[in-house]
């Protein structure tokens, strides 16, 4: 019978030589860990107005922005070891307010591995790629993320609600 001991030894020397594969020759392990600054660009797209941009995540502010139609803004991000770093951006034109997450680390690490650039449309946001663009819907509105909470809560737990 194979002892605990044997099998931590032989699983500790499994890691470290996957480690050691991961990390290319002469260099480091800080920048193993250390991921490349990744800049954001965000273009007007929305002919008619000039659209208001305000975006976050959750330790920095960055700051409004007026963006005339075919001006750009940017900003630069760290995104983080492990791949959880989320911006989020409000855009205002005339009397209209959208919500979105300008950069999920999952889902973009792949297209913005240094730039991530968006048109900014009134139907909403679309990233630019290689060879093409994704669009994307707007977030939904508070009130509807609340509602939609709650009705997932609803089903989860099937909670069974009566109205008289």
Known sequence: MISTTKIVISFSMLLAILFALQVKDGES???????PTVTVFIDNNISDFQLGVNCEDSHNKIGFRSLKFGETYSFMLKP????????????IWGTVSHHF???IQHRDRDDCK????????????????????EC???????VKRIMLLMCNWINIFSIKIYVS
């Open 136 to 142: 994307f819907p707007w977030n939904p509105n508070l």
């Open 114 to 133: 240094h730039e991530c650039h968006w048109k900014i449309n009134k139907s909403g946001p679309c990233k630019e790629k290689t060879d093409s663009e």
């Open 29 to 35: 392990v800080d920048s193993f860990f250390d991921r």
């Open 101 to 103: 997450d300008i950069y």
């Open 80 to 91: 983080n070891f492990a791949e959880t770093t989320l911006y989020h951006c409000r855009f």
